[in-house]
């Protein structure tokens, strides 16, 4: 069974490849590392609150639309 990080993650993903928008793009928009975009789409990491708001404005999606698994 995922981990909710994994789910988390996986829902990043989604919405990224439903915006035609590589994870670098997402990284450069949200000014956080590659590696770190990689590492939470795999699960590997734990974005903090900054992190996901951060990410959310890059792909133009509300915060909450990450969190949903």
Do not use: H, W
Request: glycine share 2%; proline share 3%.
């Amino acid at each position: 069974m995922a981990t909710f990080y994994e789910k988390v993650g996986n829902r990043i993903r989604e919405l990224r490849n439903k915006k035609n928008m590589s994870q670098e793009a997402v990284a450069l928009d949200a000014k956080v590392d590659l590696t770190t975009i990689s590492e939470i789409e795999c699960g590997l990491r734990n974005p903090s609150l900054k992190t996901i708001v951060k990410i959310a404005k890059a792909l133009k999606v509300e915060p909450y639309e990450l969190l949903k698994v």
